[in-house]
């Protein structure tokens, strides 16, 4: 602690915020050394391969189980795509929601948010960084789930093709793309729940609030799906468009009803992140 | 002792250049400054000025305010009324131009329990305009090797005591140059060795010509480390200037010992000098006389003089003075 070290000038930029690029590794290298999110992708990437034991141990051999899971029987390639299936039922959201919840309201939580803001990152760049963040550990669960998936299904069920649900095959490329689009249209909806939820981060201190919204959220949007009388909303609810996933299953895939989930869940995403944004420039910090 | 909030701001009220420069000398500046949250008022036509390269102690009772102050001077919070000016730039608006030659301790330290004490600091660093990327690691070690936490750099900040927490969030403050370094109850949690040590680098600090900003309801602290001093009393500035003619402001007395205390004293009275026993000898007021004068006065009486001492008044006296006389006029909101 001397006059000379405090003296020390290092090469000064002359600029009002730090190179982009610099915050978005920053943030993920924030984001992928919590052991929380290490501990979420673990149990994520374990889903499919209990799903295969399982069936496998369950199994009577023969095919003709129920839905997809009995499907799974010598079809390897659809491992990937029920395992994407049940985890976006629940797990996938919730795990999205804490990485949200984390974003904002964690870091408001610890202080942290205060001292980026006085660094100073700017108040929209800061949601930028923190959407990339949550987008990208998103975007690895899915990713995570089907590649697990694809390796857990050819060790245990074998084939290297894909027997869709329209009783076609298709070639390991064309297999390999279907897994692709799953995983890829799995991200979105996630994205779409989390972008809400980081609107809900924004609002609190307490990242609990964040969880337990999101969730509530989710099961509102279940019982609204079950109201006769609400019919005409059926086709705005953005969990009720999740059982188009096993699309990705028929030949040819129908493309319908797959659009308009992802429009849906542009939608969502851009409701939920422009309130975001709203909260985080006006909010105290 | 404040300028009038209203007339302050009628120069630079509606359609004032919000870019106009300070005049050179002034690092902070908040004009008619109002906060209200929530129907409470926190900060109430505030006129501070911090001048530059001073070491200005922010003085006040918890709830006096200092922290609201000092997080509209940071941008933080947007004021409810009035003005405030950091480094020549109109906050919050200015920030990205104002706030990276501004280090920053406000409200207790900020970091990640599950990273390390080197990982933590980074982070902030990652997000300093004014750091090339190439120069981060090095600011990092240099900000660790600064507060002494070379050797606790890869334990995990929840490990870490009270006093290194704080001294992470001074090293944050630190890790590039600045221009203004704002410190909120810097000391808190602090040992008598860590307290030593913010003052020694609060010195530095000073000799590197940065301005300081430091608040703290901790007297002696601030008497010890601080050019100017602005007193808060209820979301107000009470008084504000330089230190010591603050202080000269009060009573000089001057503190003789002897052992004829009592000839002392009636020799002192016969002379119509203001006197009292206290433990230490005599508290005489110079008030009306000067200490050459009362010291012959007692040497001609035949007391004998040990050591005779100028007591300043000290800032506890000069504050309890402040704060007891202050007009009640903070308008109470109804909650």
């Known amino acids: 602690m001397t006059a000379a070290t405090l003296a020390v000038t290092p090469t000064v930029r002359s600029a009002t915020s730090a190179p982009m690029g610099r915050l978005l590794r920053s943030e993920l290298r924030w984001v992928f050394k919590r052991p929380r999110t290490w501990i979420a992708l673990t149990l994520l990437g374990l889903v499919p391969v209990v799903i295969a034991i399982g069936t496998r141990v369950g199994g009577s051999g023969d095919r003709g189980g129920p839905g997809l899971i009995g499907d799974l029987i010598g079809n390897g390639f659809v491992l990937p795509i029920v395992a994407l299936t049940v985890t976006l039922a629940v797990l996938l959201p919730l795990v999205g929601a804490m990485w949200s919840a984390d974003a904002l309201a964690g870091e408001a939580a610890h202080s942290t948010l205060r001292y980026l803001l006085v660094a100073p990152v700017g108040r929209v760049r800061l949601l930028v960084v923190k959407t990339f963040g949550v987008a990208t550990a998103v975007l690895t669960a899915a990713v995570l789930i089907s590649v697990v998936g694809m390796i857990t299904g050819y060790l245990v069920f074998g084939s290297h093709e894909l027997l869709t649900l329209s009783g076609t095959t298709l070639s390991f490329g064309d297999a390999l793309a279907r897994v692709a689009i799953a995983a890829g249209w799995v991200a979105v909806q996630v994205w779409a729940v989390c972008a809400v939820a980081l609107a809900v981060s924004a609002c609190t201190e307490h990242p609990m609030v964040v969880m337990a919204a999101t969730l509530a959220g ?68 | ?241 330089e230190l010591a003619p603050l202080l000269e402001a009060g009573n000089p007395t001057l503190l003789v010992t002897t052992p004829a205390r009592n000839e002392g004293v009636e020799a002192l009275r016969d002379n119509r000098i203001g006197v009292r026993l206290v433990d230490e000898g005599l508290l005489v007021d110079l008030a009306g006389t000067s200490a050459p004068a009362v010291v012959e006065t007692l040497v001609r009486s035949g007391v004998p003089v040990h050591e005779a001492r100028r007591q300043r008044a000290d800032l506890e006296e000069l504050f309890a003075r402040l704060t007891e006389s202050a007009p009640d006029d903070t308008p109470e909101v109804d909650r």
């Not at chain 1, 699309?247 to 309130?275: C, F, K, N």
């Not at chain 2, 002034?26 to 109430?44: E, I, M, N, P, Y």
């Not at chain 2, 409200?107 to 997000?127: C, K, T």
């Open chain 1, 218 to 285: 989710a099961v509102v949007l279940g019982v609204l799906a079950n109201i006769p009388a609400l019919d005409w909303l059926q086709p705005y609810l953005l969990t009720n468009s999740w059982a188009s996933l096993t699309d990705v299953l028929r030949d040819p895939m129908p493309t319908g009803g797959l659009l308009h989930g992802l429009a849906l869940a542009g939608s969502y995403a851009l409701i939920g992140w422009s309130l975001a944004l709203a909260r985080v420039v006006t909010k105290d910090g």
């Open chain 2, 1 to 241: 002792m404040t300028t009038g909030g209203t007339a302050v701001q009628a120069g630079t009220g509606v359609g004032a250049d919000t870019q106009a420069p300070t005049p050179v000398g002034v690092a902070a500046r908040t004009t008619g400054l109002r906060k209200v949250f929530r129907g409470t008022v926190a900060v109430d036509h505030l006129d501070l000025e911090v001048p530059a390269g001073s070491v200005l102690g922010m003085l006040g009772p918890n709830g006096s305010g200092k922290t609201t102050t000092i997080r509209m001077l940071l941008g933080l919070v947007r004021p409810t009324e009035g003005d405030v000016e950091l480094l020549g730039q109109p906050m919050p608006d200015g920030a990205a131009h104002a706030l990276p030659r501004v280090g920053a301790l406000v409200e207790g330290p900020g970091f990640h329990p599950f990273l390390s004490g080197e990982d933590n600091l980074r982070r902030v660093a990652a997000a300093e305009p004014l750091l090339a990327t190439k120069d981060v690691h090095r600011s990092v070690s240099d900000a660790l090797d600064r507060v002494g936490l070379v050797a606790a750099r890869h334990r995990k900040f929840r490990a870490y005591s009270l006093g290194m927490k704080q001294r992470l969030g001074l090293a944050a403050a630190l890790l590039v140059p600045r221009e203004l370094v704002v410190l909120d109850e810097p000391t808190n949690g602090l040992d008598p060795a860590g307290t030593r040590e913010i003052r020694k680098v609060v010195a530095e600090l000073h000799a590197a010509g940065t301005t300081v900003l430091v608040s703290s309801h901790l007297l002696s602290e601030v008497e010890a480390t601080c050019t100017h001093v602005a007193v808060l009393h209820r979301g107000n500035v009470v008084a504000q200037g």
